[in-house]
């Protein structure tokens, strides 16, 4: 009774919002960093000139991917060959300027890139930061469709930027078996318990459509028809350009743990899609002993392809919009139907391809979280269309708080108040949790 209460109210709190929906400021997408192209922080002149020489730096093949943020204030980006692999693939923003804009400095340094064999770091696409100040790099060892070397999970402490942690990915769990396809893209990592102590990632397969597992014990591949493209949205539109993308999982979030005692729940979709999905981490991590994972659907409740998402503290979903050249969000608590999806930032210029996106806590900006967005006109760059004497890649960044006021992304003051009530004490001994309540929720709105 007291969750149909719950629900009931929540219902008519959603069908009343739209009509109570205040005036939203216009947001202040501020801009980070901006470069024409990328440029590194060589050891010397001379080291440049012979990677020019050999072929192994052009900067009109190299693309910025993903970037985070350290609490010590480094900015990490990860940079990939459109043909052959990057000089450095993971990197830090120096305070260096050349022509281009901030010059790249390898991460950790030089030596993980000049070594020949298996070693060194060869292709991240993207990274994740977590709350022990752990950083996670996906190497997916693929270079020209081609794996070079092994898949590998890295882990580096960076309060002493050594390597902690290093998993080799078997060939036939990092790409699909069938079909022989693979490429990880992007690593989802979820902590738990006390300094980190339980870590599980979850790692996005763009080519060979799966989801790799590493729950700190086992290492196990996932296979769904929802991690599969849509031929119908394969072709991606930017302004006047399209290309052609039949990728499939690729960006992903997890949402965060509100009450406690609470689970997460794994948000993601196919590059190519419109739709949403979403599914319980208890499930995920238990399906390696055979239980079946539910996926709810939000189908095509997208505009557009959205390349890269990241969820707030309050549990709305940023996403970017490739044909709207658009910020969109979403609120977890909400159900995933069109009209809960919104736009809440639009830059024609700026905004082209959101490849990497990231939700900055409090504690690394020391101010209110924010939203980072890097930005690269992938479009341009593999159409060789690009002008690298303009601005064609940036971060940019902005508060949480100016994006979603007055939409509904915000999660309503009165929607948190009931959630945690419904949290108490005597339901928590009772073991409801917020999975349950959510279920009521997405039946009632």
Known sequence: MKYLLLALALATLSLTSAANVKPRPKPNLKSVYEWKYIDYL????????EFVKSGKYDHKNLIPIDVDKAKDGRVFVTVVGVKGSAPA??????????????LLAPYPDWSWYTKSDCQRITAVYRVAIDPCNKLWVLDSGVVDGVQ???????TFDLDTDQMVGKLTIPEDIARDPETGKGLLVTPIVDNDGPLCANTTVYMTDEEGSGLVVWNSVRLFRLKSEVFQPEEEHANIKIKDTSFHAKKGIS???LSPRIFPQTTRFFTFRPLASRSLYSSDTRVIKRSTYGDKIKFYKGLDVLPSQTPAQAFSSEGTLFYGLTEQIAIGCWNRYNKMIPKHFQIVAADEERLQYASGMKVIPKVVTQSPEELWVLTNKMHEVLNGSCDYDKVNFRILKSSITELITGTDCEMPDAAKQMLEEALDKEQVENGEDEATIWEVIKEAI
Do not use: N
Request: glycine letters at 10%; charged letters at 20%.
């Open 42 to 49: 060589w050891e010397s002149e001379t080291q440049k000139q």
């Open 148 to 154: 070079v070397c092994p898949a590998r999970l890295l």
């Open 89 to 102: 693939t993971l990197t830090k923003v120096s305070d260096k300027v050349g022509p281009s804009g901030h």
């Open 251 to 253: 960006g992903a979030a």
